[in-house]
């Protein structure tokens, strides 16, 4: 069984920053592109950033260019989201998923495995 976990969320104050990291059971998770994902209050899943499976590739939403950084270590199986300048719309649940094996996407439908998510609020 896949499992997702992710950690590091918290409160933290406007201007501040997080890193999530997201420990995968994957089996070969080299050959997994790995995306972070975030759902505010009221609001629907989004995408945030994505990275391909030997890291070499990256995508961002604009929302978040230039403030977070998504990267990942293979041999830990874990992938990080590093989130600078927290702003108070930063607040959200921040989710790690894994689209089907060598499938490359910013489509949240397009994800099969998903953590539990990791809370995210950012005081003003």
């Known amino acids: 069984q896949v499992q997702l976990v992710e950690s590091g969320g918290g409160l933290v104050q406007a201007g501040g920053s997080l890193r999530l990291p997201c420990v995968a059971s994957?089996?070969?998770?080299?050959?997994?592109?790995m995306g972070w994902f975030r759902q505010a209050p009221g609001k629907e899943r989004e995408f945030v950033a994505a990275?391909?499976?030997?890291?070499?590739?990256?995508v961002y939403s604009d929302s978040w260019k230039g403030r977070f950084t998504i990267s990942r270590d293979n041999a830990k199986n874990t992938v990080y989201l590093q989130m600078t300048s927290l702003k108070p719309e930063d607040t959200a649940v921040y989710f790690c998923?894994?689209?089907?094996?060598?499938?490359?996407?910013?489509?949240?439908?397009?994800?099969?495995?998903w953590g539990q998510g990791t809370q995210v609020t950012v005081s003003s």
């Open positions: 998923a894994a689209p089907r094996i060598g499938r490359y996407s910013t489509n949240l439908n397009d994800y099969d495995y």
């Open positions: 994957l089996r070969t998770f080299s050959s997994y592109t």
């Open positions: 990275i391909t499976g030997s890291g070499g590739r990256t």
